[in-house]
């Protein structure tokens, strides 16, 4: 069923996707894209609630990246789906950031996002994702420079972490040295890893380039249970058209460029009209 998305809204209402692994990559925003992890103090606390909820939830967590504005997880449902687990969490923080800064109101912005993460290979991909978010963002130069990401318990610099890092080195090699090495390797890789992230979380889309776009289209195709092919089919139009006004209203792209990420011709896309 088609829904009814107004204009700004389209990031912030879609389906969730189930997992068959159970795995998934999660982020939650500060509202209004303000700090909620001002100090050491913050961090340090948002880490033992991590350690708290997952006695209460049961759940594994194979990464995390806590920036000063959001934070990344990489979290596989156990006992509790990832609905509940998410909310107990970020309840929690939340409760202890307005008791401490003397506020009241939303502490995150909208509900958490989510992808699912259905198999190994892609699961490399988000935890390399999360790890690179300080160096992609120009806070590092390197991933073990960052304090405040699972990064330096993979690679041995930490220990007694709360994730679970031996099945995701597993995945590399049997032999610890050797898959803690490659995992290295692998994380410095140069790569177009193209995940969930602050630039299309929220109440409004932010679509700077065509890599915005790109994640900016999927979340739609899924929200729809469409694919690129699928804008094609005439029966399909209403829902293609809000999705090239609001790559037209929202961003920068040209028809053209808009044209050639959906497939579509350009007249296609320079017809449509409000």
């Given at each position: 069923?088609?829904?009814?998305?107004g204009?700004?809204?389209?990031?912030?209402?879609?389906?969730?996707?189930?997992?068959?692994?159970?795995?998934?990559h999660?982020?939650?925003?500060?509202?209004?894209k303000?700090?909620i992890?001002?100090?050491?103090e913050?961090?340090?606390r948002?880490?033992?609630i991590?350690?708290?909820?997952?006695?209460?939830?049961?759940?594994?967590?194979?990464?995390?990246?806590?920036?000063?504005?959001?934070?990344?997880?990489?979290?596989?449902?156990?006992?509790?789906?990832?609905?509940?687990?998410m909310?107990r969490?970020?309840?929690?923080?939340?409760?202890?950031?307005?008791?401490?800064?003397?506020r009241?109101?939303?502490?995150?912005?909208?509900?958490?996002?989510?992808?699912?993460?259905?198999?190994?290979r892609?699961l490399?991909?988000a935890v390399?994702?999360?790890?690179n978010?300080p160096?992609e963002?120009?806070?590092?130069?390197?991933?073990e420079?960052?304090?405040?990401?699972?990064?330096?318990?993979?690679?041995?610099?930490?220990s007694?972490?709360i994730?679970?890092?031996?099945?995701v080195?597993?995945?590399?090699?049997k032999?610890?040295?050797?898959?803690?090495q490659?995992f290295?390797?692998?994380?410095k890789?140069e790569?177009?890893?193209?995940?969930i992230?602050?630039?299309?979380?929220?109440?409004?889309?932010?679509?700077?380039?065509?890599?915005?776009?790109?994640?900016?289209?999927?979340?739609?195709?899924?929200?729809?249970?469409?694919?690129?092919?699928?804008?094609?089919?005439?029966?399909?139009?209403?829902?293609?058209?809000?999705?090239?006004?609001?790559?037209?209203?929202?961003?920068?792209?040209?028809?053209?460029?808009?044209?050639k990420?959906?497939?579509?011709g350009?007249s296609?896309?320079?017809?449509?009209?409000?």
């Amino acid at each position: 069923m088609s829904k009814n998305y107004g204009k700004g809204d389209l990031v912030a209402r879609y389906r969730r996707i189930y997992s068959e692994t159970g795995i998934y990559h999660a982020m939650s925003r500060g509202n209004n894209k303000s700090d909620i992890f001002v100090d050491v103090e913050d961090k340090k606390r948002y880490l033992n609630i991590l350690m708290e909820k997952m006695g209460d939830c049961n759940f594994t967590l194979y990464a995390y990246c806590i920036m000063d504005n959001h934070s990344h997880l990489i979290i596989k449902e156990e006992d509790q789906s990832l609905s509940e687990i998410m909310k107990r969490i970020n309840i929690s923080y939340a409760n202890y950031f307005n008791r401490k800064y003397d506020r009241v109101g939303h502490v995150f912005q909208g509900r958490y996002r989510s992808e699912p993460i259905g198999d190994d290979r892609y699961l490399l991909t988000a935890v390399r994702y999360v790890h690179n978010n300080p160096v992609e963002a120009k806070l590092v130069k390197k991933c073990e420079d960052f304090p405040w990401s699972s990064y330096n318990y993979y690679i041995g610099r930490f220990s007694n972490g709360i994730i679970d890092k031996d099945f995701v080195l597993s995945l590399f090699a049997k032999e610890l040295d050797k898959s803690i090495q490659l995992f290295e390797d692998f994380s410095k890789k140069e790569n177009e890893d193209r995940l969930i992230d602050i630039c299309n979380i929220g109440d409004e889309p932010e679509i700077k380039g065509y890599y915005d776009a790109e994640v900016y289209i999927r979340e739609y195709l899924k929200a729809e249970g469409l694919n690129l092919k699928d804008l094609k089919r005439r029966k399909v139009k209403d829902r293609r058209d809000k999705l090239i006004l609001n790559l037209r209203k929202n961003s920068n792209l040209t028809i053209r460029d808009i044209a050639k990420l959906l497939d579509l011709g350009r007249s296609t896309v320079g017809d449509v009209k409000e």
